[in-house]
């Protein structure tokens, strides 16, 4: 468990947990699941070889390359260190001192001597509630065009929904974004094979949640030979829109 007075998350050594804001039981920004041999993924992380027309994650959940994963818990963070098809990754879950928001930080190096066209998928189910399934209908998803994040809130969530939770990207531009899950997924899809990340490209651009709402962002990536990049993912919820863009 890693948190702070406003936000936290749990991890495993085989990839992120769930995360809530200000309440752990009543106000899940993720899905918690009880159960320890399938630890399903409510949020995951993939990297799609655009040119190989090949993806994975770089956790050992839910769709890992066949390459070893080290997972190290410290104080403050989790990290996943991997090295598959000439890329070295190192993702690590933290969160800041007192700012309501997780931070899942990807440093990727390109060891290959060609350039790597590359998408990253960020996904994130959304809960806003205690449970998934009552709360899912209520949720509405925007965008804001000044930061670029997907906002979220859950006006049936009679203490937190006046509250924004927000997804958001630094250290590269997003392209595309979509709040349905079965669109992501597809439909009877899985988080191990979501057909948006099997087809590749842009995401639908959707904010109708279909009654099932998610919150997936596309980031295109480039990296020349021995370049290393670096791009953060945030999770979190805010007061207001000005306080999501100041995060």
Sequence with gaps: VVANPAVGFTATE???GYTWARNSQQNKLTPWSNDPVTDPAGEALYLRDDDADVFWTPTPR??????????????????????????????????????????VRLRITN???VERSLSLYRYAELVLGERREP????VIVE????????????????????RLAFVAVAGAEVDSVTARRGAFLGRNGHASSPASVVAGGP???????????????????ALAPGETREVVF???????????RTL
């Design 203 to 221: 995401l639908d651009g959707s904010l109708d949640t279909d009654l099932d709402p998610c919150a997936a962002v596309r980031v295109p990536l």
């Design 234 to 244: 945030l999770l979190g919820q805010a007061k207001t829109v000005a306080d999501v």
């Design 135 to 138: 709360n899912a209908p209520y």
């Design 62 to 103: 839910p769709a890992p390359a066949p390459a070893p994963i080290e997972t190290r818990h410290g104080w403050g963070f989790t990290s996943w260190t991997t090295a598959w098809g000439g890329l070295e990754t190192e993702t690590t879950a933290f969160v800041p001192r007192r700012d309501p928001v997780k931070l």
């Design 14 to 16: 085989s990839g992120e």
């Design 143 to 162: 965008r804001d065009l000044d930061s670029g994040a997907l906002l979220a809130h859950n006006p049936y969530n009679q203490t937190f929904g006046n």
């Design 111 to 113: 060891r290959t001597e």
